[in-house]
C-alpha cells in the first residue's frame, strides 16, 4: 500500500508532512464518496464528527 519512505538529509517538518498525507486522504475519501461526509469518515475509520471537526480546522488555518 505504501512505499518507503526517504528520509532526507536536510531533516523534514514532520507536523505539516502529517497534515498534508491527512488533507490528501480526506479530500481523496471525499472525492470517492462523492462529497457524503458520513461515508468518506468511515472508509478513513473516523467518527462523521471528527471528520467534520479535521474539515472545519482545515477551513480555519486559510
Known sequence: ???KLQFP???LDLPV???TIE???IREAL???GGN???AA???GLSRDKLRYRLAEKGARR
Open 1 to 3: 500500500m505504501l512505499q
Open 9 to 11: 538529509d536536510s531533516g
Open 17 to 19: 508532512l502529517l497534515e
Open 23 to 25: 488533507q490528501s486522504f
Open 31 to 33: 472525492k470517492r464518496c
Open 37 to 39: 461526509q458520513v461515508h
Open 42 to 44: 468511515q472508509l478513513l
